[in-house]
């Protein structure tokens, strides 16, 4: 057996590792820059720089990157060599300081939504501290932040650490105001849980939609799917469990507390989930686990699928942002508490949440929407584009009865008496759960279940986390300007949840009636990305991001065009795929078998006395299906011409939706039928069942 606590961090520059390696002095001035931000002098950088490079070579590595997180989504490296001229004719391997601090890739190829056009075609790289260096196949990746010349934020990194400045200023405010004094830093905190699908890369490599888009563009029922529930929580495959142990190994290297894996509700549908950490430790060690599982998964015959909807007809993947708010000193102000005083604070986050997701709610979505999260979200396996939450059945009577200025009765039926000071001690309910919903409370953390399974969490992180400032900055300034904080306390409670309980819905919200009843709240139903998407530069979305400093003004205007591009550009890529599946597989497939049964058809008739009844039926049938193909495959290859237009990406991203997508349906819908009917010796490409069943 594997010495985990060994083997845990091993390829980590960990603060185990830096006590050990660093100078004392120079390990104190790094964890002065960690915990506070203090400037690091270039002479500690040089230090720090020099001891990672002798631990990285010590381990095998030859090369160093600044691993960063541009606005693609996944993560970028450019290697370069320790190595350098020791001035004889030989090598040395060297790092500096400088190395170590800021790097200038030649990035100009990243999307950037205009930021660079305008400011300078350089981009900067600048070392997070903050998130500790790491060894992948040989090399030292060093976390950083990527920005332009002017310091404009390229990536996804820098909102999130701005936005958790931000959450950390105002929740220190108000836990100030509760008279706590020795927390120094308020952080959020996340584990994100993350749905994945494994199949046999033979059968991964045969599909060009799989492998240039993620998922399949065609492919009809299998005669069986999901209808079982046999998959969920199953007994895990041997080849599939060999790979969990491999990628629970790797990432246990990584400092990522891989902790729970299980088969999820879809044929060949599993799930993983870390120990929770701070929201952009979080994010980095997700985006390493993404790759990780691709690594590993290739290692061993499989192809990962991290795509939102792999496969239409069984359920897609998300990713499950499990998020709270924590102290320096470790205390998790979404806890319920033992105390009248801490019920009272936790109350007061927990109002402080509710008013935020329904005051943003568009926001909320909006960091969700994605080409392929469109493909899942409402589709009664995965919460609504409606975004609400669950408090569960206890949580919202005692603010019921808060709001009521009534007694609130437990479970016990014990009168209770409910006021600030005097609230009773409630236990944390973990048993309640509701699968259905977007956003929710699952005892001492929110559940935000909206993300899409290739998504970045830095983006809804970072919507979470200054939505959240945002409320408590005016939770802070009506408690500090209240003459008595225990009644001012008690009214603000009250006051929010009565303003904003529209947004909790504890029933089922797969239903119709959700619908309808959501519409009446007055609710917004953001339906697609396109819809959604606007909304993240309303004036009102602009002015939140400005105001906490997360975002300038242009950095939203660009990353809102980078979106609405990426959306265009995947349904485009999707398009080009079918049509080029359509015609060098599905066209000569029905021709093979239309030619079969033509022929057989001839050698009846010429011979006599057969009947010919199914060839004809068949032949029919095909035929029929191939004309209705072909006027199909000229409608989606019009509408792939058509949309070439101007600049305004809305409306192209419309488009796509409206026309390109629909036209995509409907070819779908006339090759699925025909692959049911064509003869498996014509249709090469791999079939759902050999996709969904090929890991055996
Ligand atoms: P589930 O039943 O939803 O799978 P788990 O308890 O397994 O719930 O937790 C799922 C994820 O939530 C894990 O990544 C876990 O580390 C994380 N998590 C647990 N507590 C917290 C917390 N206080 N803050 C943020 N994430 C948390
Ligand atoms: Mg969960």
């Not at 259905?436 to 993300?451: D, H, L, Q, V, Y």
């Amino acid at each position: 057996m594997k010495n985990v606590p060994n083997l845990f961090g091993s390829k980590v520059f960990n603060d185990t590792v830096m006590r050990e390696k660093l100078p004392r002095d120079v390990y104190k001035a790094l964890k002065k820059t960690m915990s506070h931000g203090a400037h690091l002098e270039l002479d500690i950088a040089n230090v720090v720089a020099s001891a990672m490079k002798d631990w990285a070579v010590e381990q095998g590595a030859t090369h160093f990157t600044h691993w960063f997180h541009p606005m693609t989504g996944f993560t970028a490296e450019k290697h370069e060599s320790f190595i350098e001229p020791d001035g004889n004719g030989g090598a040395i391997m060297a790092f500096s300081g400088k190395a170590l601090v800021r790097g200038e890739p030649d990035a100009s190829s990243f999307p950037s939504g205009g930021l660079r056009a305008t400011f300078e075609a350089r981009g900067y790289t600048v070392w997070d501290v903050t998130s500790y260096a790491f060894i992948k196949d040989d090399t030292l990746c060093i976390p950083t932040a990527f920005c332009s010349y002017s310091g404009e934020a390229l990536d996804k990194k820098t909102p999130l650490l701005r936005s958790m400045e931000a959450l950390d200023k105002q929740a220190l405010r108000v836990l100030r105001l509760f008279g706590n004094t020795t927390a120094t830093r308020v952080m959020s905190k996340v584990g994100a849980e993350q749905e994945y699908f494994l199949i046999d890369k033979e059968a991964f490599l045969k599909r060009p939609d799989l492998v240039f888009t993620g998922r399949t563009l065609f492919g009809a029922r299998p005669p069986k799917s999901q209808e079982l529930d046999d998959h969920y929580y199953g007994c895990i495959k041997p080849k599939v469990s060999a790979f969990m142990k491999e990628l629970d190994e790797e990432l246990w290297k990584l400092g990522v507390f891989a902790k729970t894996k299980h088969n999820e509700v879809s044929p060949a549908q599993h799930e993983f989930a870390p120990i929770y950490a701070t929201a952009h430790v979080a994010t980095d060690q997700n985006q390493l686990t993404m790759e990780m599982m691709k690594f590993v998964a290739d290692r061993h015959g499989l192809a990962c699928l991290l795509h939102e909807k792999p496969f239409a007809g069984v359920n897609g993947s998300g990713k499950h942002n499990n998020w709270s708010l924590s102290t320096d000193t470790d205390v998790n102000l979404l806890e319920p508490g033992r105390t009248p005083h801490e019920n009272a604070q936790f109350l007061l986050f927990l109002v402080a949440v509710i008013k935020a997701v329904d005051d943003y709610q568009e926001l909320l979505r909006a960091s969700a929407a994605s080409a392929g999260n469109d493909h899942r979200l409402g589709a009664n396996e995965a919460p609504p584009a409606i975004v609400s939450m669950f408090l569960g059945d206890e949580l919202t009577e005692i603010l019921e009865s808060l709001e009521k200025g009534v007694d609130y009765h437990g479970k016990e039926k014990q009168a209770m008496e409910i006021g600030v000071t005097v609230l009773p001690h409630f236990p944390r309910d973990t048993t309640d759960r509701n699968r259905t919903s977007p956003f929710a409370f699952t005892g001492n953390k929110f559940e935000f279940r909206m993300p899409g399974s290739t998504f970045s969490i830095a983006g809804p992180n970072t919507v979470l986390n200054t939505i959240i400032a945002d409320v408590l900055e005016k939770f802070a300034d009506t408690l500090e300007a209240s003459s008595n904080f225990t009644s001012g306390l008690a009214s603000l409670i009250k006051d929010t949840f009565k303003a904003h309980k529209r947004i909790v819905f504890n029933g089922n919200n797969y239903s119709d009636e959700w619908v309808v009843e959501a519409q009446k709240r007055g609710l917004s139903n953001l339906k697609t990305t396109v819809d959604a998407l606007p909304e993240s530069v309303s004036e009102k979305n602009l002015n939140l991001f400005t105001r906490h400093n997360v975002f300038t003004e242009s950095e939203i205007l660009s990353r809102y065009e980078i979106y609405l591009e990426a959306y265009c550009k995947t349904v485009h890529i999707e398009a080009l795929t079918m049509v080029d599946m359509v015609k060098g597989e599905i066209i000569p497939a029905c021709v093979g078998y239309q030619n079969d049964l033509a022929q057989l058809l001839k050698c009846k008739k010429e011979c006599g006395g057969y009947s010919t009844a199914l060839e004809d039926q068949l032949l029919l049938k095909a035929s029929d299906l191939s004309s209705r193909l072909f006027e199909k495959l000229t409608a989606l290859e019009g509408s792939i011409i058509e949309h070439k237009g101007d600049g305004d990406f809305l409306s192209h991203a419309a488009f796509f939706r409206d026309k390109t997508l629909s036209a995509m349906n409907e070819l779908r819908l006339i090759v699925d039928e025909l692959e049911a009917l064509v003869a498996k010796k014509h249709w090469r490409l791999p079939k759902y069942a050999d996709m969904l069943y090929s890991v055996i």
